[in-house]
T-cell receptor, first 109, second 110 residues
Framework: GEDVEQSLFLSVREGDSSVINCTYT??????LYWYKQEPGAGLQLLTYIFSNMDMKQDQRLTVLLNKKDKHLSLRIADTQTGDSAIYFC?????????FGTGTSLTVIP | EAQVTQNPRYLITVTGKKLTVTCSQN?????MSWYRQDPGLGLRQIYYSMNVEVTDKGDVPEGYKVSRKEKRNFPLILESPSPNQTSLYFC?????????FGPGTRLLVL
């Protein structure tokens, strides 16, 4: 299957910006996604970007896509304690979804 | 309310005892999928279904079966569970770009 990689942990102070990074291998991916998983819950779609875009902004969230380097990032502005969760990037290849390992974000008050 | 439901939410069983985890969605979605989540490995797709009577293997299908006899239901069957199938399982459904996930089923195989 395709490889989608993320760093496992990130800690930031409340009010700072968080940047979560992801690299993927499939250059034919149509969509790339960011999901959030809170403790004991399923995954919730945060945002997605079509592969022919290089940036998408949605309130406090900014997604950057560098297709040449196969690099995706999620920036959360003014990070709050409620943003503490595991964040997964994912890509679609054909009809399959491939998820990264997840980045556990801890927000320090 | 649009949702994906899974049952049971928690299950402890023994090696070799067949079990089924049910998944149901009320959004009339064509695409449904099963994932397992393991520490350090993220989510891995087990099986997916593009529509009724159409199922395909994902990345880790060994030891699992699925069926899609109706659009709303997509059960996951473990014919002979083994301890390496101890995991957190998620069902999801989607139409277009948005996948909706169920709450998860935590399975322990002794």
């Amino acid at each position: 299957g395709e490889d989608v990689e993320q760093s496992l942990f990130l800690s930031v102070r409340e009010g700072d910006s968080s940047v979560i990074n992801c690299t993927y291998t499939d250059s034919s991916s149509t969509y790339l996604y960011w999901y959030k998983q809170e403790p004991g819950a399923g995954l919730q779609l945060l945002t997605y970007i079509f592969s022919n875009m290089d940036m998408k902004q949605d309130q406090r969230l900014t997604v950057l896509l560098n297709k040449k380097d196969k690099h995706l990032s999620l920036r959360i502005a003014d990070t709050q304690t409620g943003d503490s969760a595991i964040y997964f990037c994912a890509e679609t290849s054909g009809n399959q979804f491939y998820f990264g390992t997840g980045t556990s974000l801890t927000v320090i008050p | 309310e649009a949702q994906v439901t899974q049952n049971p939410r928690y299950l402890i069983t023994v090696t070799g005892k067949k079990l089924t985890v049910t998944c149901s969605q009320n959004m009339n979605h064509e695409y449904m999928s099963w994932y397992r989540q393991d520490p350090g490995l993220g989510l891995r797709q087990i099986y997916y279904s593009m529509n009724v009577e159409v199922t395909d293997k994902g990345d880790v299908p060994e030891g699992y079966k699925v069926s899609r006899k109706e659009k709303r239901n997509f059960p996951l069957i473990l014919e002979s569970p083994s301890p390496n199938q101890t995991s957190l399982y998620f069902c999801a459904s989607s139409q277009g770009t948005t996948q909706y996930f169920g709450p998860g089923t935590r399975l322990l195989v002794l």
